[in-house]
């Protein structure tokens, strides 16, 4: 973070997936003083802590949710199928983005399951051995 700093970067957003969340590493995101948005676990703790479910304005069939975890801003969505008992899918995501609504929150997220996608395709083709650790590196060695 600091060469980024001192590179003129003010503006820094991290995501993380589920292996991540702890309260530790939420505190030390707030230190460092970087935008993230976090893959929160199902768990009965994290749905206490949400305030009411309702539907969404923004897109049929979504519900949202929020609330507060570790001082950070908790956002949740359900993706309900009519006439379904439970939702088809719900989500959970930890920000410290207050302005962000949950489907913005979690579709910032999604945006980066493309990029692990492309890196998992890599490793079939055989990329999982790369003699240096630097893309631009391993760009080369990829011709």
């Excluded at 993706?79 to 962000?100: G, I, S, Y």
Aim: charged letters at 25%; a positive charge.
């Amino acid at each position: 973070m600091t060469r980024l700093r001192h590179a003129g970067v003010e503006r820094i957003t991290v995501r993380l997936d589920k292996g991540f969340f702890s309260e530790a590493m939420v505190r030390l995101l707030q230190r460092l003083r970087v935008d993230f948005v976090l893959k929160v676990p199902d768990h009965a703790y994290v749905r206490r802590a949400l305030g009411p479910w309702r539907a969404s304005e923004k897109a049929a069939g979504y519900w949202t949710a929020s609330g507060t975890l570790f001082g950070s801003t908790l956002r949740s969505v359900e993706h309900r199928e009519a006439d379904a008992p439970t939702p088809a899918h719900v989500a959970h995501v930890l920000t410290n983005r207050e302005d962000w609504h949950a489907l913005t929150a979690w579709r910032t997220y999604l945006a980066g399951t493309l990029v692990e996608q492309r890196i998992k395709e890599l490793y079939q083709l055989g990329f999982g051995a790369t003699a240096i650790d630097d893309l631009g590196g391993n760009a080369l060695l990829a011709r």
